[in-house]
């Protein structure tokens, strides 16, 4: 994923020490430390936080299949390059028949 968004900077919240945050935790510390966006697989964020208490866009990838999302790498591209603050989106993926 990450050669894919070779225009952004990237790093996972393992790599930032944040591999036991939950939820308003990694939120908090994402906004602190100035990421515009958060990417995750997590489907039921916007059901667990308020999630309009932060200026943060989220983007939620409704799979954590690698595969899945490896087929359609330009949707989860386009949904990063078009977030904006606040905003909330998440990104499908056709099943594979």
């Excluded at 935790?25 to 995750?40: H, I, K, Q, S, Y």
């Amino acid at each position: 994923m990450r050669e894919s968004l070779g225009e952004h900077d990237t790093s996972t919240a393992y790599e930032r020490g944040w591999s036991t945050l939950k939820n308003s935790d990694l939120l908090d510390a994402a906004e602190r430390e100035g990421f515009e966006v958060l990417l995750t697989t997590d489907q039921n964020l916007r059901h667990q936080q308020n999630i309009r208490a932060w200026s943060i866009a989220i983007v939620v990838l409704r799979t954590t299949s690698w595969p899945r999302i490896q087929r359609d790498i330009p949707a989860v591209v386009r949904a990063i390059n078009s977030a904006v603050p606040g905003s909330y989106v998440e990104v499908s993926f056709p099943t594979v028949g």
